[in-house]
């Protein structure tokens, strides 16, 4: 059989790969990349509207981002993170938007995001958090109220008909947005077919991954199936990356390498309420979050959400979480069962035996009936009508489990680059906030995996000119966020 060279072959065609292989041509347009997706288009996955909350994830309005501490004091170091983080993606996509590679108006809407609580407790605990936030100038345009009239202004659907006396109070940052990732994954890649040293396979899976020992490096072996004609091809990289969401960790365990030891993974499904009645959609733009139920995973904090889908408005509320045995919604029951292996059984057993709660919860959320998916929404909208609203699958989302010493394993809910030592192989485990912050990610595995061309003068300069900020911290250097912020904001268009 004929092998195919490649410098970089990156297995999944959503987000993630999308924008490794924009960075990597960018940085170094004579690399010979290669896209893998086994479905029959990129971003139908984990990518696409439906499967994903379309939350460009800032920190505004996520609590879980600004959790206590054990002496009960607020931690706010997450939030700037993940903000910051996002401010790396707006700018990157800003320069592309500007060089014609995006049109903003298809993959990003200004959309207000919101953080409400209902109760005097919360209501402290959210006023104590914008004290805390808004002093840091990444959170400088958060405003706070508990005031019936302003409420109202900011939230009119959700302020219909309470009648209740008790105390509820909001945060909001104006300039939020909603993303359409699939519609951003689709306009990448349509930018990389345009490069001759770009090769997407669709309707393509990777049957076999095997490492190839050389001098200094090691190389990869690649088998992939077309699965229209049925035929295989051999293709050798010398680099790998493994962003096929839940599918990458089954090929992680494949790649043998000593790095991917003890992980697991644990699927979560999830389910939406959708609103289609176009005279609440026009009463409601905004992505306003609230506190997740006890026990609950972070995917599964509560939000009614503005969201374009398909070009058209929609109103979603969600997620429902559900337990399931598929690492991706076109993947196969048997899927969890085939990733338990000697090298990670502890951690996994280990995780069974801690997370009970967990467990408790997602089969509490499976056997809902409508009427009491219904009454979660109702904490939002009291007059939600139930013919309104319909139940529709969203992703699959594969959470880390890993190696912990004193419990065996732990649950992770955030994402996790695992890479080889010598950086020829890197996967993105994970999901949270995940494709929001795609840009800082794949940044974090150049560092990795391509560490010495990274220090050349060339690269940064690249990275320079498509990310401001690059090399400089968005945490400390109030001027330069000020600098970036007012510009990523007017050409996205987030500021009118």
Known sequence: MATTDLDVLLVGGGIMSATLAVLLHRLDPTLQICMVEQLEDVALESSDA????????????????????????????????INAAYEVSLQCWSTLVKEGVLNAADFIQRVPH?????????????????????????????????????????????????????????????????????????????????????????????????????????????RIQDLVSGRAHQYQSAFVFLGAGGGALPLLQQSGIPEAHGYGGFPVSGQWLICRNDKLIQTH??????????????????????????????????????FTTRFLKQGSRFDLAKSVKLKN????????????????????????????????????????????????????????????H?????????????????GSLAALLGASPGASVSVKAMLDVLQRCFASRMQSQSW?????????????????????LARVRRDTLSTLQLNQ
């Open 50 to 81: 439906l499967n994903n909350a379309g939350t460009g994830h800032a920190g505004y309005c996520e609590l879980n981002y600004t959790p206590k501490d054990k002496h009960g004091d607020i931690q706010i170091r997450r939030a700037l993170e």
């Open 114 to 222: 919101l953080s409400a609580v209902w109760g005097d407790a919360d209501a402290a605990f959210l006023r104590q958090r914008f004290a805390l936030l808004q002093a840091h100038p990444l959170f400088a345009d958060m405003q706070w109220s508990d005031r019936a009239n302003t409420l109202q202004d900011w939230m009119p659907l959700m302020m219909a008909g309470r009648t209740s006396p008790a105390t509820m109070a909001a945060t909001r940052v104006a300039h939020g947005s909603d993303v359409n990732f699939g519609a951003l994954t689709r306009q990448l890649v349509a930018y990389l077919k345009t490069c001759p040293n770009f090769t997407l396979l669709t309707q393509s899976r990777v049957t076999s991954l095997k490492a190839v020992q050389q001098r200094e490096r090691t190389s990869w072996q690649i």
């Open 285 to 322: 733009h905004a992505k306003v979050y609230s506190q997740a139920a006890v026990g609950a995973p972070p995917m599964s904090v509560p939000h009614l959400d503005t969201r374009m889908i398909q070009g058209q408005s929609a109103l979603l509320f969600g997620p429902y979480a559900g």
């Open 345 to 404: 059984i502890k951690s996994m057993l280990g995780v069974g035996r801690h997370h009970l709660d967990l467990t408790k919860y997602l089969i509490k959320e499976v056997f809902q009936n409508h009427e009491q998916r219904m009454q979660s929404l109702r904490v939002f909208l009291p007059n939600a009508d139930s013919d309104d609203w319909q139940l529709a699958h969203a992703g699959q989302r594969v959470q880390i489990i890993k190696r912990c």
């Open 406 to 422: 004193q419990h065996w394993g732990k649950l992770e809910f955030g994402t996790e680059i695992v890479s080889s030592a010598d």
């Open 460 to 480: 940064q300069d690249h990275l320079k000119s498509l990310i401001p900020s690059y090399g400089e911290s968005l945490i400390d250097d109030a001027d330069l």
